[in-house]
């Protein structure tokens, strides 16, 4: 098993930069999702770890060893990426016996390890069948037998299965996460879904243009995002920013949309610990599973809007309405019943804000 340190890692492409100052630790069998959208640098850092791209500047280190100038052979990994290329004209067996074959390894290991992937991939029933006869999820499957006979120390896979439906990726995401905690082999997985990071990672690192924003576990990251930026592209629906800001009065700071107005407790000045003062220009930040709406005003329900449009989700009801012409998106109950056009009363859950400052996106609460 393998302990992985990326350290102040920079790869440029010519003059331009897809990774910046990069540092990451992974601890030995833990997974570890690095997730942002296309273009962020994602894939470049997985091909450095690989060993298959020069890296510019910085060090990674496994197991606390310098490991730059070592080839992709030596590095005892085992990678899994987007277009996993299965051999044709090779069975279902002979595609995960193939890198062992190379590597000389016995006949009876070689199939003790394909007939143990099999069975922890569900795959003993198609294991004299070629790629052409298989499903997408069974040719995924197939491809991580074809890493994990290999017994590696680390994992390195790369949108895995961008390519899958909805249905089967969501099977995936939990077949993955239970393969990988069975074989307690350390895992970077790089997506673009927050979806597959919130559900399988034990911490995500989430990068935004080669610039890493954030390092937490699913729920850190979903609770506390480190900014804007972030709290923005975790979560779905996406989280709702209104432009306020803090004013002062009788002594107490209010955070001041001009739809309404609320005094920060104690807890949020604490959080604040100086860091906005009156006048400040902030975003509040609230997700749309924590506005409640009514259709009467209610000491709970104080900010008046208009329902725009609802949309039934399945067990949720979305609802857009119009507060003072700033767009609040709520997550309901589907027995709400709204039309467009009614007048409608939002309540904020105040110990779930987030205030972010409107210029640079830092988090103040
Ligand atoms: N071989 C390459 N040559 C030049 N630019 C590249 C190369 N590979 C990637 N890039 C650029 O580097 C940036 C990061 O790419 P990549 O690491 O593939 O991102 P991601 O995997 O997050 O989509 C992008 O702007 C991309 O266009
Ligand atoms: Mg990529």
Request: charge should be positive; hydrophobic fraction near 35%; include cysteine.
């Given at each position: 098993m393998a302990s992985i340190s990326i350290k102040s890692v920079w790869k440029y492409y010519g003059d331009t930069p897809a990774v910046k100052d990069l540092n990451l630790e992974c601890l030995d069998g833990e997974f570890v999702c690095i997730l942002g959208p296309s273009g962020?640098?994602?894939?470049?850092?997985?091909?450095?770890?690989?060993?298959?791209?020069?890296?510019?500047?910085?060090?990674?280190?496994?197991?606390?060893?310098?490991?730059?100038?070592?080839?992709?052979?030596?590095?005892?990994?085992?990678?899994?990426?987007?277009?996993?290329?299965?051999?044709?004209?090779?069975?279902?067996?002979?595609?995960m016996a193939n890198a062992l074959k190379i590597q000389k390894v016995d006949k009876a290991t070689i199939d003790k390890k394909v007939k143990w992937a099999a069975e922890l991939l569900e795959l003993s029933p198609l294991l004299d069948r070629k790629p052409l006869e298989l499903s997408g999820g069974q040719k995924q499957r197939c491809a991580i037998g074809r890493a994990i006979v290999r017994e590696p120390e680390l994992f390195l896979f790369d949108e895995p299965i961008a390519h899958l439906d909805a249905k089967l990726r969501a099977h995936m995401r939990s077949e993955l996460k239970i393969m990988q905690r069975r074989l307690k082999t350390t895992m970077i997985y790089v997506t673009h879904d927050q979806l597959e990071a919130l559900s399988m990672a034990d911490r995500i690192a989430v990068m935004r243009d080669g610039v890493l924003q954030q390092v937490g576990t699913p729920s850190e990251i979903y609770n506390q995002p480190a900014n804007q930026w972030v709290a923005g592209f975790i979560g779905e629906p996406a989280m709702n920013f209104l432009d306020c800001s803090l004013t002062e009065s009788n002594g107490h700071l209010h955070l001041s949309h001009n739809a309404f107005?609320?005094?920060?407790?104690?807890?949020?000045?604490?959080?604040?610990?100086?860091?906005?003062?009156?006048?400040?220009?902030?975003?509040?930040?609230?997700?749309?599973?924590?506005?409640?709406?009514?259709?009467?005003?209610?000491p709970e329900h104080p900010i008046k809007g208009e329902v725009l449009v609802t949309e039934l989700l399945g067990g949720d009801l979305l609802v857009e309405a119009n507060v003072n012409d700033t767009r609040v998106t709520i997550k309901t109950d589907p027995d709400y019943i709204a039309d467009m056009g009614d007048t409608c009363y939002l309540g904020m859950d105040t110990s779930r804000w987030h205030l972010f400052e409107r210029e640079s996106g830092v988090s103040l609460i």
């Open positions: 962020c640098g994602k894939s470049s850092t997985m091909r450095m770890l690989a060993g298959l791209e020069h890296i510019t500047a910085g060090d990674i280190l496994f197991n606390d060893k310098r490991i730059n100038d070592l080839p992709p052979k030596d590095r005892n990994l085992a990678m899994v990426f987007e277009n996993y290329a299965l051999y044709p004209h090779k069975s279902v067996y002979d595609n107005s609320f005094a920060l407790n104690a807890e949020h000045i604490a959080k604040l610990n100086g860091s906005a003062k009156e006048h400040s220009q902030v975003h509040m930040g609230i997700r749309p599973e924590h506005v409640t709406i009514s259709a009467r005003a209610t």
